[in-house]
């Protein structure tokens, strides 16, 4: 495909447009939340003060027995670093596998903004019609782009072959 294909492919998918109007959507709905959320916060602000108190008395007591935990874990540490090898390994291998996923999952994302926006752009639209519809003419190359093929020399428009509009008549 030639670069300039690919170039007009590129200005032309209106893909991250949507996609930029879907993620705008969504966050004027959750800001729309917000004041509510507030209201609640200021309710249960007694609370969670509470809750925070009994929390940090729990913390306090679990620093209490810490050193005995401590020395006990490293007395308990597994002295073959075969084991441990082998551990590493897995743990990276389900790392691998939980950033796969976290991109499969932000495809998906991105692919569910976009059609979110076209939504949005199509309901914004005063004729009301699809963004897909509308496809821009085609235009002439420019002659000063460069071949794929000779990087040195400017690309030369087709000239019209001599008789082939007589012919037509």
Do not use: C, N, W
Request: net charge negative; aromatic share 2%; hydrophobic share 40%.
């Amino acid at each position: 495909m030639p670069i300039t294909d690919e170039i007009k492919k590129t200005l032309t998918d209106p893909t991250p447009l949507y996609a930029l109007a879907g993620a705008g959507d969504l966050a004027y709905e959750k800001l729309r939340e917000v004041p509510g959320l507030v209201e609640a916060l200021a309710a249960d602000r007694q609370g969670a003060q509470e809750k925070a108190t009994a929390r940090l008395h729990e913390a306090q007591e679990l620093l209490a027995g810490a050193p005995a935990k401590v020395t006990e874990a490293v007395t308990a540490f597994p002295a073959d670093l075969k084991v441990l090898q082998e551990r590493a390994q897995g743990f990276a291998l389900q790392q691998v596998a939980r950033a796969l996923e976290l991109a499969v999952r932000a495809k998906e994302t991105y692919d569910e903004l976009a059609e979110r926006g076209k939504v949005v752009v199509d309901k914004a639209r005063p004729q009301g019609g699809s963004a897909e519809a509308v496809e821009p003419a085609d235009e002439p190359v420019r002659a000063e782009l460069v071949d794929d093929a000779d990087t040195s020399a400017p690309k030369k428009p087709a000239k019209a072959r001599k008789g082939t509009a007589d012919a037509s008549e």
